[in-house]
């Protein structure tokens, strides 16, 4: 908890689970058409933590908001699977928990 540092390791497993997150370019189009912007949830800031291998105090709130709609990824410029990466977070921190 508190300051989370950037975890190349963490971003590594993020690549191999979803190879098209490292797309992202941060052009924001996904955080405009998510439903759930206006709930918390910031898509573009969910994939610029993730591609750095952070998983901060607000990222292990936002990540829940998230509906699976699946508009993000049909969105994006670069097709990127948001949704994935958003499944990827949560496992890791499901797993975090489970390993306390
Ligand atoms: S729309 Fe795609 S490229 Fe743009 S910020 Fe979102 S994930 Fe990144
Ligand atoms: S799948 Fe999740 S992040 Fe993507 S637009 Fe829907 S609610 Fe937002």
């Known amino acids: 908890m508190g300051m989370a540092m950037a975890n190349p390791t963490l971003k590594e497993e993020l690549l191999k689970f979803e190879p098209t997150a490292s797309l992202c ?9 998510c439903p759930m912007t206006e709930f918390g949830l910031n898509t573009r800031l969910v994939m610029k933590l993730a591609n750095l291998g952070i ?39 499901l797993e975090g928990r489970r390993g306390k």
């Open 55 to 93: 998983i901060d105090d607000w990222l292990r709130k936002a990540v829940w908001l998230c509906t699976g709609c699946g508009l993000c990824q049909e969105s994006c410029p670069n097709e990127i699977r948001i949704p994935n990466v958003i499944r990827f977070v949560r496992l890791k921190i």
């Open 25 to 33: 370019y941060q052009c924001g189009t996904c955080t405009t058409v």
